[in-house]
């Protein structure tokens, strides 16, 4: 089992900046990729990003590219999500995503993001 725990949630104005931080515990050996996704209300939860866990590579949503950078630190055990020039449109619960070698999927508990002046 791995657990995720997010923080780093909150009320920003559009055009600013927040960080979102995702730590992982428990059977994290084989752990291949971390990243984010989130669903806002009444619609389906969608990809954002996500890191290999023992390499360099990144991928992101185009809605988001540019604007928001995934990183991580091995020895934490954590994996960032910096996101700048927010839009109101990225108002979302955003969710950390473990995805082992063996394809098991897990999800963090959800961190609110609100976009709004």
């Known amino acids: 089992q791995v657990q995720l725990v997010e923080s780093g949630g909150g009320l920003v104005q559009p055009g600013g900046s927040l960080r979102l931080s995702c730590a992982a515990s428990?059977?994290?050996?084989?752990?291949?990729?971390m990243g984010w996704h989130r669903q806002a209300p009444g619609k389906e939860r969608e990809f954002v990003a996500h890191i290999i866990w023992s390499g360099d590579n990144t991928y992101y949503a185009d809605s988001v590219k540019g604007r928001f950078t995934i990183s991580r630190d091995n020895a934490k055990n954590t994996v960032y999500l910096q996101m700048n020039s927010l839009k109101p449109e990225d108002t979302a619960v955003y969710y950390c995503?473990?995805?082992?070698?063996?394809?098991?999927?897990?999800w963090g508990q959800g961190t609110q993001v609100t976009v709004s002046s």
């Open positions: 428990g059977s994290i050996s084989s752990i291949y990729i």
């Open positions: 995503n473990a995805k082992k070698i063996n394809s098991e999927n897990y």
